[in-house]
């Protein structure tokens, strides 16, 4: 515990007594998903780290401190009104007493100060179709924080061949979750084979430590989703076309929210299962590391 940081009673003591503790992100409750779908998802998650013997750290900034292991009402608070805040974000948000929603580079950064090593969400950031130049910090904080993101790949509307290049140059394994190729987001399937494939918790968790015992900083482990968004491609392509205008920090939550429109909200369902699913995933590696 720091000035900055402020690590809840129940996160420190799992922390403390070497128990498995999984660190969450609230961009997805704060921009990612309206309601009540965002809520649920954060709420979801928590209970499925929990199911699995392991302790949720959900991520924020609240009253001039990162909050490592948010309570109801402070997630409620971020739900309500926070700003996006990514790792560059962090200072001028404690400074400025935001109410802030933290990305996964800005989690990433937040677990790593914690001591945490696991970190669960839907999809990471990662390079833009049609904008190589706009690449996500998440990348960048994968590269140099030493915390394993479990995730169904980078958000499908994304370069996913581009953003796997970048990882590659960064030195992030990734690694696929019973799987030979990287998640699409909504779909199991991209065409992209990944670096390495891993069955289950104890491969998963043997392979993270013999990662880290020899330099890696951030590992991705893909999981793919527990379903499928039936035309997938067709619907972020016609999104694509219709906010071609778009540009800035508001690119990805427009897509997704046209998304979610032309699938029907079909897409807001798949995106609460599939992260449940990954918080669950990570919850059980996590149990297989004890430091």
């Given at each position: 515990m720091t000035d900055i940081l402020r690590i809840s009673a129940a996160v420190a003591e799992a922390l403390a007594k070497g128990r498995p503790v999984v660190a969450l992100e609230t961009s997805i409750v704060g921009q990612g998903l309206p309601a009540p779908h965002n809520l649920r998802a954060a709420r979801e998650c928590e209970a499925a780290i929990r199911e699995e013997g392991a302790t949720p750290a959900t991520v924020g900034v609240l009253d001039g401190q990162i909050h490592v292991g948010l309570d109801d009402a402070e997630l409620v608070r971020i739900a309500t009104a926070a700003i996006k805040v990514s790792?560059?974000?962090?200072?001028?948000?404690?400074?400025?007493?935001?109410?802030?929603?933290?990305?996964?580079?800005?989690?990433?950064?937040?677990?790593?100060?914690?001591?945490?090593?696991?970190?669960?969400?839907?999809?990471?950031?990662?390079?833009?179709?049609?904008?190589?130049?706009d690449e996500s910090a998440d990348l960048v904080e994968l590269g140099r924080t030493q915390v394993a993101v479990f995730c169904a790949g980078a958000k499908i509307i994304l370069d996913l061949a581009l953003t796997l290049e970048r990882l590659e140059s960064l030195s992030v394994p990734v690694l696929g979750y019973g799987c030979d190729e990287f998640p699409a987001f909504y779909t199991a399937r991209s065409g992209c084979p990944i670096s390495a494939r891993v069955d289950g918790p104890d491969d998963t968790a043997a392979a993270l430590r013999a990662a880290w015992a020899t330099g890696a900083r951030g590992v991705v482990v893909a999981v793919p989703p527990p379903g499928e968004l039936e035309d997938a491609e067709k619907i972020v392509q016609r999104a694509l076309r219709e906010l071609a205008g778009v540009s800035g920090p508001e690119v990805t939550p427009r897509l997704l929210a046209r998304v979610a429109e032309l699938s029907g909200g079909r897409s807001l369902d798949l995106n609460v299962e599939l992260v449940v699913n990954n918080a669950r995933v990570a919850a059980r590696v996590a149990g297989g590391i004890i430091d």
């Open positions: 790792s560059r974000d962090l200072g001028p948000a404690i400074a400025h007493g935001a109410v802030g929603a933290t990305t996964v580079a800005a989690t990433m950064r937040a677990a790593a100060m914690a001591g945490i090593r696991f970190l669960a969400t839907g999809g990471i950031g990662g390079v833009h179709r049609g904008h190589p130049e």
